[in-house]
């Protein structure tokens, strides 16, 4: 089955430096290991391919697990919202109008309305939450949707990074109190630490954003940031607290214990899996290609029989069993036995990221023993006893492994910058720049124009997990900071 | 969590006789049980509900792996398609083109090409199979998307029947021969009988549609059709065999063993999840409301505790334990807590078409047994012993009963006709007619005119699983019957 992505012909070497050439490394892996095609014939949608939709669909089993663990019941809205909806909430539209593609005509004919193709669900669901929402005992209401979104993106889009359409599942959730639905923010972000670190092993930061920075219609946002091996940030999974705004505009009530009708207090979610699958591979791929985690490769471990003419038969029908019994066992495995050259398979499914390969011959046969071979490190040992335990801990070792690299990689990262020339050297050596700032209050957003356009580096917010204080000037401007803030060059 | 779909103050009561009034039966299952909301402010498109959501993701898991066990990998495709590419197969746009939404802006830019909301996804995904295929080694290729599409229906919609939105699967598979395709729509329809009746219970008739309802653009059409409880049969998966005709507009060519470039052949195959729900919930149901199959059931079993004021926490505790231990059986069991009365709490689950409940008060903690009750059979008994085995069985149990009534119900549904009179009898009595005809190659569509506008009922093709022979008259034109086929009313 899988092999039959691989196009006849095509070259299988990989080799680029990551770090140094991060953006072809990039470009090419997709294209090589067969993660999305870029030639559909309309600028800024791509094709995801089967190799990376069996990655995102494992990444969508464990994201729709938790959120439904904590008590999300899942949802399908239309994907298309009446103009009208879309337009109730000022800032909302203000920040959104630019992305959207409408939809005018049906047939011949011309819609009385035009609609538009969700950029975002918030216009298409809380109409409807108005009229599920009754009482007090209906809260929290916490709802949630795996969908696709479109967007008109003017900047350059990269496959998986940023594209008119991309895959996620966006959570919208109601309380009767202001501070519930601030904890849901934390427990948000507890979803994104669980998905993104735990699963997958890409470290981040929550970041409370300036308030310049916020989601349209948002009190506040806490995004997530993730680092790309190009020394730029990524945001990953964001959080809005959205206080009472959109419930008043979609008029979202409910009767309170003492009888009063009330507004609810909403928070909304939105982690992108194609774009958290951007984070994957490239925080954790090597100079040979891809290294996938354990836990969402399509293949967990590639079984190679080692053969001759005269013992294929043989080798072959051992290699099966092997497959046979760690299928059994819940384990992802196939057996390649295509007319390739061992050293070909080896190459190929290491530049396709699968953790683990089995091989074996007329030797391992014999001594009831495998060579097993783990990607991340590159090395070969022989292996004997149970093949099923033996893979499911070398499995979770791995991944553990790549979450450790990853960890020690993105600490070094963050390096402390007492000054504006400090934060300039920090961010132009591909690291995140930690120092004092004014404000992410409004009035901190002069100073942050100027990082922008002096350093084309972003001020990404304060730490939203723990309490950072400032003591001392602001980088830029040398007035008494208020904020420590993260500074990156971003995507 | 489940119970926060329940709106307060909604009334729970449900009693309609789902054969005499199967059309307010339909309408108020739908709106009662939560399965969707029709208010949605653009007409044709419905919001599904959790309840009905989580039994269609669990006929998605099921129908994917069992696409995956046959070969095929998932992809992701653009919903949007350009206008020049859906005008690339004549046949296809001429039957396509009426129920195409077109976006034509983005913001405020006119799009320099119209795009199409896709309405299927053969000229999507064609033009990426002729980049892909190379060689005969690439074949067979089997690709499929889960997705949904989008159709701009004039006729009434119906939730989950019919609406402008639906939620399908499409699968796209090529061949290096006529006969291999051929072959695939044989397994297809043995996927749609693995789906739709061995798992959810729901029998239909494979059958090869006459010349003039085949899909646009396809050789041959094989339709499955089900029964609704009002006689009106409901297409539910088709599959087409294709030829080489978008091979040749797509040109999707491979080279073959014997070194000649050749077209492809194809077929596709298109199950309607949202689509074989209603047939689910309304072949199914009774009068009391839904009665959903245990391998699809939100909550399999719903543990409803017995108690006074005095005992309610020990009686509670003993209900939480049942649920952990069912639920680490992974069997989706859940407590009611409620405030509700206990008759409150049957009815309602009852409605929502629970298979399975179980009661307990202070004698069953003390005797360790428990009361099931089995929601198909309306029957309570008393069980001892392993409760996961014995929920397990029941489980399997009960859904074996619900295929059996289905397939018997159904079998004396087709009755065989000797001429118009008796057809005109039997759809008028809810009946699917089975009969000699003319032909349903292009000359009997005059026949399947009269049918149509004389009984509003349809000529709906001929047995695909096997072959019955014709002898006799057409019970239309009385001239010498080529095949025997089945005449029904339908949606």
Known sequence: MMEKGREEGKKITFNINKNEKFS???????????????????????VFRPWAVRCMEKMYDFLEEELQRKGHEPAWFPAVIPEKNFKLEGEHIKGFSPQVFWITHAADTELEERMAMRPTSETAMYQMYSLWIRSYKDLPFKMY??????????KATRPFIRSREFYWVEGHDCFSTEKDAEAQVGEDIDTTEYLMHKKLGVPFLALKRPDWDKFPGAVYTVGSDSLMPDGRIIQQPSTHFLGQGFAKMFDIKFEDKDGKDKYVWQTCYGPAISRIFASVI?????????ILPYCIAPVQVMIVPIYTTENKAKVVKGAREIEKELVNNGIRAKVDDSDNRPGEKFFFWEMKGVPLRLELGEKELKDKSLVLFTRDTVTKRTVKGKINEIIKKEGEALDERLKKKADD????????CANFNEVKKAVESKKIARCNFCSIDKDGEKCAEKVEKELTAFVRGVRYDKIEKASGKCIVCGKSAKHVVYIAKSY
Chains 1, 2 share one sequence.
Do not use: M, P
């Open 409 to 416: 990689n993105f600490k070094k990262s963050i390096v402390d």
């Open 24 to 46: 072809e490394w990039f470009s090419d892996i997709v294209d090589k290991a067969e993660l999305a095609d870029l030639r559909y014939n309309i600028k800024g949608f791509i």
């Open 145 to 154: 949707q795996r969908a696709q979104v479109w967007r008109y993106e003017t």
């Open 282 to 290: 490239s925080v954790h791929g090597d100079d040979k290609g891809l």
